[in-house]
C-alpha cells in the first residue's frame, strides 16, 4: 500500500534554515545539510527546501547546494523559490532536486506551468499555493517569502488549484497562512475541499504541532502528504514517534 | 568495473551517480557508443516523457547498442519503461528498445490520485540475486503514470489501484520502476546488489 509521507519543510534564506510565524519574524535553525541529514537518518519521507528570499529577491535557488544535498541524501527532494524559467528548472534537476515547485512566478504567468511540464513530465512539477482565509474566502497571495513584499493575486484558492491541474502540474502543497508556525493543526475544511476536486496527490502545509494534527489529516482531509517545519526543527515531535503513533491510529506509513 | 551510466539527455543523471558513489563505486556518464559498448555493467536512467528519451537515444545513436547489450544492464524508472517492445505516452504508441516483451500503458490507479508518487511496497516474487536481502513489503520510492502489467519477467510486484512490475528481468537486462538512488536503504540495497550481480 502507499504510505502517508512525512515531510519536512526546510525554509532557506541566504544559505541557512529559518523559520518564521505566520510567514514573519524568522529565526535561524540550521546548516542546511546538517538539517537534509538529519531528518534523513529519522525516516523522513521527502524533504523540500523553499528558497523564501528567491522569488522577492529576483533570485533563484543555487544549483550548487542542490548538488551538495543530492550527493548526501537518499531520499527524494523538491526544490521552490523564484523559479521562472524551462532554463532555471532544469539546471535545479540536472543538479540532482527531483522535484521542482513553482509559486510566484506561475501566478505571475501562469503558461510557465504548460512549458515545464512540456519539458520534464507532470511527475516533476509541483505546485505552491498559499492561502490566506479573510473569513468568507481563500485568497491565493504571492511573494510571501517577505511580509513588506506579499502580494494578493486577486484569485481564489479553489480556482487556482483546478488552474493548474488542468495546466498538467502533478502534485500541489496547499500552504495555509492563517495555521502556519502557530502549531494549532492544519486547515482540514480548506484541504478537503481541495481534495474534493484534487486528482493529482496533496501536501497538506501549515498548523503541525502535535502528532494528532498529523492523524486528523490524513484521516479527515484524505491528503497524500504532510508537511510540517517547526516541530521538527525544535525537536517537538519526532519523526519515528510520529510514524509510530500514525501506524497504531490505522495510517500506512513507512517505518 | 567499468560502469556507465548512459546519457539519455534526462535530467536524473547526476543523482544516480552520486548513489552509486555512495555505494564506493566511480560510474561514468556517457552517451559515447565505445565507451557504451565496452561497459562491464551499464545503467539506462530515464525521467519525464518516453518520446523525449527515445529521441535523445536514436540522435545519438544508441538504439544498435543498447539493442544488442551483452553485458547486466539495469533501466531505472522511465529507462526501465523504455527496455519494453512499446509504450504509450498521451495516447501514441511509441517504440522502445524491445528487449523485454510486453507493452506498457497508463497505470490504472482506480479512483487514487495520480501520477502514482511515493513510497510503496515491494513483493518480490522470485529469486533474483538483483533483489537479495529485500523483503516483502519493503518500501521503494516511485514517481510514475506509466507501468508495465505483470508477466513472466517480473521479479517484483506493486500495487496502486491494480498490480504492475515494480522489477522486471529478461535475461541480462533488467528495471525498476521505482527510483533506487531514493529509496534509501532499500535502494541502496539494490544498487549494491546491481554491483555485484554476476549473470
Do not use: C
Given at each position: 500500500m502507499l504510505a502517508r509521507r512525512i515531510i519536512p519543510c526546510l525554509d532557506v534564506r541566504d544559505g541557512r534554515v529559518v523559520k518564521g510565524v505566520?510567514?514573519?519574524?524568522?529565526?535561524?535553525?540550521?546548516?542546511?545539510?546538517?538539517?537534509?541529514?538529519?531528518?534523513?537518518?529519522?525516516?523522513?519521507?521527502?524533504?523540500?527546501?523553499?528558497?523564501?528570499?528567491?522569488?522577492?529577491?529576483?533570485?533563484?535557488?543555487?544549483?550548487?547546494?542542490?548538488?551538495?544535498?543530492?550527493s548526501e541524501i537518499d531520499i527524494p527532494f523538491c526544490v521552490a523559490g523564484g523559479i521562472d524559467s524551462v532554463e532555471a528548472a532544469g539546471a535545479r534537476l540536472s543538479a540532482g532536486a527531483d522535484k521542482i515547485s513553482v509559486n510566484s512566478p506561475a501566478l505571475a504567468r501562469p503558461e510557465l506551468i504548460d512549458e515545464l511540464v512540456a519539458a520534464f513530465g507532470t511527475q516533476c512539477i509541483v505546485s505552491?499555493?498559499?492561502?490566506?482565509?479573510?473569513?468568507?474566502?481563500?485568497?491565493?497571495?504571492?511573494?510571501?517569502g517577505d511580509p513588506d513584499k506579499m502580494r494578493e493575486t486577486g484569485r481564489e484558492m479553489l480556482d487556482w488549484a483546478k488552474e493548474v491541474i488542468e495546466r498538467g502540474v502533478g502534485e500541489i502543497v496547499l500552504n495555509c497562512m492563517n495555521q502556519d508556525g502557530v502549531r494549532q493543526g492544519y486547515d482540514i475544511p480548506q484541504l478537503s475541499a481541495l481534495r474534493k476536486v484534487c486528482p493529482v496527490?496533496?501536501?497538506?502545509?501549515?498548523?503541525?504541532g502535535a502528532p494528532e494534527h498529523f492523524r486528523d489529516v490524513f484521516k479527515k482531509a484524505n491528503v497524500d502528504g504532510a508537511l510540517a517545519a517547526s516541530v521538527f526543527h525544535k525537536s517537538i515531535i519526532a519523526i519515528p514517534d510520529l510514524k509510530r503513533n500514525l501506524k497504531e491510529s490505522g495510517i500506512e506509513v513507512r517505518l | 568495473m567499468s560502469l556507465v551510466i548512459i546519457d539519455t539527455g534526462c535530467a536524473n543523471l547526476s543523482s544516480v551517480k552520486f548513489a552509486f558513489e555512495r555505494l564506493g563505486a566511480e560510474p561514468t556518464i556517457s552517451d559515447e557508443p565505445l565507451t557504451i559498448a565496452t561497459a562491464e555493467k551499464l545503467i539506462l536512467p530515464g525521467v519525464g516523457a518516453a518520446p523525449f528519451a527515445m529521441d535523445n537515444i536514436r540522435r545519438k545513436d544508441l538504439i544498435s547498442i543498447l539493442k544488442q547489450v551483452r553485458q547486466p544492464m539495469i533501466g531505472i524508472c522511465l529507462g526501465m519503461q523504455l527496455l519494453y517492445e512499446t509504450l504509450e505516452e498521451g495516447g501514441e504508441i511509441i517504440e522502445g528498445l524491445g528487449l523485454i516483451p510486453g507493452h506498457?500503458?497508463?497505470?490504472?490507479?482506480?479512483?487514487?490520485?495520480?501520477?502514482?508518487?511515493?513510497?510503496?511496497?515491494?513483493?518480490?516474487?522470485?529469486?533474483?540475486?538483483?533483489?537479495?536481502?529485500i523483503q516483502t513489503g519493503d518500501y521503494a520510492y516511485f514517481v510514475h503514470s506509466y507501468g508495465a502489467p505483470l508477466s513472466q519477467y517480473t521479479m517484483a510486484a506493486c500495487n496502486y489501484g491494480s498490480p504492475f512490475t515494480a522489477v522486471a528481468r529478461k535475461d541480462n537486462v533488467m528495471g525498476c520502476q521505482f527510483h533506487p538512488e531514493r529509496s534509501s536503504k532499500v535502494g541502496a540495497q539494490i544498487l549494491k546488489n546491481f554491483l555485484e550481480l554476476e549473470l
Open positions: 505566520q510567514f514573519r519574524n524568522h529565526e535561524d535553525v540550521g546548516d542546511i545539510l546538517e538539517l537534509a541529514m538529519r531528518y534523513r537518518d529519522e525516516g523522513a519521507d521527502e524533504l523540500v527546501f523553499y528558497d523564501i528570499t528567491a522569488s522577492v529577491d529576483d533570485r533563484t535557488v543555487s544549483p550548487e547546494w542542490i548538488s551538495l544535498i543530492s505552491g499555493i498559499d492561502s490566506f482565509f479573510d473569513g468568507k474566502v481563500y485568497r491565493v497571495k504571492s511573494h510571501t496527490p496533496l501536501i497538506a502545509s501549515g498548523g503541525a | 506498457v500503458g497508463a497505470l490504472d490507479t482506480k479512483d487514487l490520485p495520480s501520477p502514482h508518487m511515493g513510497w510503496n511496497q515491494l513483493h518480490p516474487l522470485t529469486d533474483f540475486p538483483l533483489l537479495n536481502d
